[in-house]
Structure formats: structure tokens, C-alpha cells
């Protein structure tokens, strides 16, 4: 029997921010891309890493990680693949910047968890840390809830030296301070698809 399994060839759309021939290529990029940060291949690289030291880590005590909806996504996916143990997967949802690309300083839950995390090992799954409010905010309110440990690994982190520490266990990339998009990162709604990590064009 034949497989109904094809390759498809990319699709030309003539409709405005099409990705879907560029995507894989950074000679061409999208419209509104200015230039690529981290290839996919670097990216998959590093995330296969941190998969490799957390299931070291966690062994057999079933972490629960606790994805950051919504630019978080991506990134989730790709690490709990990476994961060759037990574990528990959750989401929450916090307001901080709207459609802005700059911080209001305000977080709000937006979505909270589904379970109770007392006594658990929770791992929360960021995309990136910028001013490091949201990180902030949901430490203290997860903590409040007196997990037996809290972690929290991210795939990127701005280089902002105005940014006091914060605790950040794992992290993929160290960034320069600019608006990037990929990987679950959007801006104004648009590029979390895309497989790389890429800096927009501001003018
Ligand atoms: P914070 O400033 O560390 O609180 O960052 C809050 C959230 O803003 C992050 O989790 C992202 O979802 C989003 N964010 C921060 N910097 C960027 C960026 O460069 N591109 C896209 N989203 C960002
Ligand atoms: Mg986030």
C-alpha cells in the first residue's frame, strides 16, 4: 500500500508575513525579521543539554513543570521530549506586557494551576527572562504554596546589568538586550512559530 505520507513541497502564499518558505533559511527571512540569533540546530542542541542534566537531577521524583503561557510553550515541549523520566506537566497564564514590548511592571495570573503543589518538586519552564517581574512574581506566589522545591530553568536571559539576580537554575542562552521573537516568543501576535530565535526589525 502506498503511504499516504508526503513530503509537500513549501507553500507560496502571496498573503502579507508569510513564513512558511523561509522559515528553515535565514538567507531569506520573514518580513520584519532583522537577523537570526540562534539557529534551530543551536537551539535543539541546548535544550537536549538541559533534558539531559534535569532528568540527572530529578531521577525518580516526578518533578511537575510548570510551563508560563503563553510564549513558554514551545520551549516546553521541546524539554519535556528531552526528559527521559516521570514527570507532571502544567500551565499558567500571567499578564505583563499585553501587546506592548515594553513592561507595565504589573503581573496578573491570568491562568492558575489545576493542582495543588504542596510537597512537590516544581520546575517552572520560562522562555525568557527580561526585567525578571513575572519570574519574581510567580516565585513568591509559588513558594507561598509550600512546594518542597522550586527550580526554574529558561531558555533565555536578556544581559541587563540594571536587572537585580534572580534565581534562575537552568538557563539555555544569555542574550543581548533586544527584542527577540521564535520559539514561542511573539511580537505583537506574530513569529512564535518560527524554529529559530531572531531579533525584529525596529525600523
Ligand atoms: P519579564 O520582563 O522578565 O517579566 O518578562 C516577561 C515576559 O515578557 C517574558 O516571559 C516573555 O513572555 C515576554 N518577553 C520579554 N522579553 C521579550 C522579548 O524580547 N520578546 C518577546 N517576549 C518577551
Ligand atoms: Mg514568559
Not at 520584519?32 to 535543539?44: K, M, N, S, Y
Amino acid at each position: 500500500m502506498e503511504s499516504s505520507l508526503e513530503l509537500s513541497e513549501p507553500r507560496l502564499c502571496s498573503n502579507e508575513g508569510t513564513i512558511s518558505v523561509t522559515r528553515r533559511d535565514s538567507s531569506t527571512l520573514p518580513d520584519g525579521i532583522e537577523r537570526v540569533l540562534l539557529t534551530e540546530d543551536d537551539i535543539q542542541a541546548r535544550v537536549r543539554e538541559l533534558g539531559a542534566e534535569l532528568s540527572a537531577h530529578y531521577g525518580c521524583r516526578k518533578p511537575l513543570l510548570v510551563g508560563v503561557l503563553t510564549g513558554a510553550y514551545v520551549f516546553m515541549a521541546d524539554l519535556c521530549r528531552a526528559m527521559d523520566i516521570e514527570l507532571d506537566v502544567e500551565f499558567m497564564a500571567v499578564s505583563s506586557y499585553g501587546i506592548a514590548t515594553e513592561t507595565s511592571g504589573v503581573v496578573r495570573i491570568l491562568k492558575d494551576l489545576d493542582t495543588a503543589i504542596e510537597g512537590k518538586e516544581v520546575l517552572i519552564v520560562e522562555d525568557i527572562i527580561d526585567s525578571g517581574l513575572t519570574l519574581k512574581y510567580l516565585l513568591d506566589v509559588l513558594r507561598r504554596r509550600n512546594p518542597k522545591d522550586i527550580r526554574v530553568v529558561a531558555l533565555l536571559k536578556k544581559i541587563r546589568p540594571d536587572v537585580p539576580p534572580l534565581q534562575v537554575d537552568y538557563l539555555g542562552f544569555e542574550i543581548p538586550d533586544e527584542f527577540v521573537v521564535g520559539c514561542g516568543l511573539d511580537a505583537g501576535r506574530r513569529f512564535r512559530n518560527l524554529p529559530y530565535v531572531a531579533v525584529v526589525r525596529t525600523a
